[in-house]
């Protein structure tokens, strides 16, 4: 079982920057995969970037690849999401999810643990 607590969002001007945490509880967060997902008003959750649990390779949306940065602390049981450069698009409710190994790491199906999510908002 793992709980998932993001936070570090907030309302920021187009432009700038936030970084997102998602903690963790639970002795066996460094044996998943984490990946953060979003979800703007209307529209379905869509996958933002991934990180294998041993940090080695990661994964991004076409739309925030080269401003968004998605890493982990093992040993703080924290997946961290840096997102520069930040448009009115990439307001959204951002989630962070515990992804056990099988299946894609793009879609949401695939991950056991969600946490309630943190909130984006970027003004232009």
């Known amino acids: 079982q793992v709980q998932l607590v993001e936070s570090g969002g907030g309302l920021v001007q187009a432009g700038g920057s936030l970084r997102l945490s998602c903690a963790a509880s639970?002795?066996?967060?460094?044996?998943?995969?984490m990946g953060w997902f979003r979800q703007a008003p209307g529209k379905e959750r869509e996958f933002v970037a991934a990180?294998?649990?041993?940090?080695?390779?990661?994964y991004y949306a076409d739309s925030v690849k080269g401003r968004f940065t998605i890493s982990r602390d093992n040993a703080k049981n924290t997946v961290y999401l840096q997102m520069n450069s930040l448009k009115p698009e990439d307001t959204a409710l951002y989630y962070c999810?515990?992804?056990?190994?099988?299946?894609?790491?793009?879609?949401?199906?695939?991950?056991?643990?969600w946490g309630q999510g943190t909130q984006v908002t970027v003004s232009s």
């Open positions: 999810a515990a992804h056990p190994g099988i299946g894609s790491y793009y879609a949401a199906v695939f991950y056991s643990y």
């Open positions: 990180i294998s649990w041993s940090g080695g390779s990661t």
């Open positions: 639970g002795r066996t967060f460094s044996s998943y995969n």
